[in-house]
């Protein structure tokens, strides 16, 4: 078996433009990124560099233009089985409670309907909703419907775990409690962690490595830290060591200008 749980290799990407068919545009070039059995990584990068479009190679769910995937050493075809993707826009079924929605992944993989129902309120009570199964998402706050999400991604084992921003909506305080409760569960049981975040900080705190993208059109990694923090951490107190403020300050200094072209590029759609 690979070493790596996740490997893009020399990964390009082109779409056709929107305004004109026969143009074409480049969203990411020539990536190659890859991530260890059990090993956190994030991913940053401006607005627009392709960051999720990584992510749905990963995930199986868009086919690279040129490139190869491979999953614990094995290439990728159609819809990666071993990974489970926590998204960034709302994606719990409004019509179904919190324990329905965590149990929908096991219902279709065969599970009993009791099996399912059992697993999917000991996977609510590892994440602190234990006696919410019952409620459906729009009585939830929105740190509850995410801990739901965590949940129901959780509760089908992936060897895997895709994450897009998953807490970019949530006020700090709920969204660090979120950052030390996926760390936790992360602890214990080592996925290999592919983080998707605009947040510089939320990355260090959380990662065994991050890998910072250029600018689009064209992305590629241009810089990529191991970040050498003691674990356990809590994402708070990390932020308060001398060396997370080393850490930001290198990975910043790569970052900065790649952030002032995708905000001129912005502007320049936006004109």
């Known amino acids: 078996m690979s070493d790596h749980a996740l490997e893009l290799l020399d990964i390009t990407c082109a779409f056709r433009a929107k305004d004109d068919a026969r143009q074409r545009y480049t969203a990411v070039a020539d990536t190659t990124l890859r991530v260890g059995a059990g090993e956190f990584v994030s991913v940053v990068g401006p607005t627009g560099c392709g960051k999720s479009t990584l992510l749905n190679v990963a995930a199986g769910l868009l086919e690279p233009s040129s490139g190869t995937v491979r999953v614990f050493g094995q290439p990728l075809a159609g819809i990666n089985a071993r990974a489970g993707y926590m998204f960034?826009?709302?994606a719990l079924m409004p019509w179904r409670s919190a324990?329905?929605?965590?149990?929908?992944g096991l219902q279709y993989r065969g599970v009993p309907e009791r099996e399912a129902r059992a697993q999917a309120e000991q996977w609510l009570a590892?994440?602190?909703l234990s006696?919410?199964?019952d409620r459906y998402p729009h009585q939830l706050s929105g740190g509850m419907r995410k801990r739901t999400a965590l949940a129901q991604t959780l509760a089908l084992d992936p060897d895997i775990i895709l994450m897009d921003e998953p807490f970019s909506a949530l006020d700090i305080q709920?969204?660090?409690l979120m950052e030390n409760e996926v760390l936790?569960?992360?602890?214990?049981?080592r996925?290999?962690?592919?983080?998707i975040t605009h947040d510089l900080d939320e990355a260090i705190a959380m990662s065994d490595r991050v890998v910072v993208l250029s600018a689009g059109p064209a992305t590629h990694p241009i810089g990529e830290f191991v970040i050498d923090l003691p674990r356990p951490r809590d994402v708070a107190e990390v932020r308060m060591q001398p060396r997370f403020v080393e850490l930001h300050t290198q990975i910043w200094d790569v970052?900065?200008?790649?952030?002032?072209?995708?905000?001129?590029q912005q502007l320049k759609k936006a004109a």
């Open 99 to 104: 324990a329905d929605n965590v149990m929908v």
């Open 255 to 264: 970052l900065r200008e790649e952030v002032l072209k995708g905000y001129a």
């Open 174 to 176: 709920t969204r660090q």
């Open 126 to 128: 590892r994440v602190g």
């Open 191 to 195: 996925k290999a962690v592919l983080f």
């Open 184 to 189: 936790e569960l992360w602890a214990a049981r």
């Open 88 to 90: 960034q826009t709302e």
């Open 131 to 133: 006696g919410f199964g």
